[in-house]
């Protein structure tokens, strides 16, 4: 039997992991949003169905953190950038979608920063992914 090294093993899964899909729900989705309610963030949006009719979606955006002033994702737990970034806000455009802030440094400063939004879709109507 031979076995991988796990130096290597870590390097596929690190590769996998970066090939992340630019988000494609702003294609057929209009007047998107963020929103924070009861301390968890939502992606919000109109979201055409395969009718053609526009109806509400939401998706719970997980593991956006700010770390020292910068936005980043860290794995799927709950979103805390809300708590130290005192202005957030969401760039639109055809091929991709960024979430920016105004995010606390450590030394109290603010930052602005801004992370693509990846892997979000829309599916007959409703936002998936994430």
Not at 30 to 54: M, N, P, S
Not at 86 to 111: H, I, K
Not at 122 to 128: A, E, F, I, K
Request: with cysteine.
């Amino acid at each position: 039997m031979r076995l991988i090294p796990a130096s290597f093993c870590l390097l596929l899964l690190g590769a996998a992991a970066s090939h992340a899909a630019p988000s494609s729900f702003q294609r057929s989705c209009e007047d998107v949003q963020i929103e924070v309610a009861g301390g968890e963030v939502y992606l919000v949006a109109q979201c055409r169905d395969r009718a053609g009719r526009y109806r509400p979606a939401e998706l719970r955006l997980y593991g956006y953190q700010n770390d020292d002033g910068y936005l980043v994702r860290n794995g799927y737990g709950k979103s805390s950038f809300q708590r130290s970034c005192d202005q957030y806000w969401l760039d639109v455009g055809r091929t991709s979608v960024f979430l920016n802030g105004n995010c606390r440094t450590r030394n109290g400063r603010f930052r602005e920063s801004r992370i693509e939004l990846q892997d979000i879709s829309n599916d007959d109507g409703r936002l998936v992914g994430n």
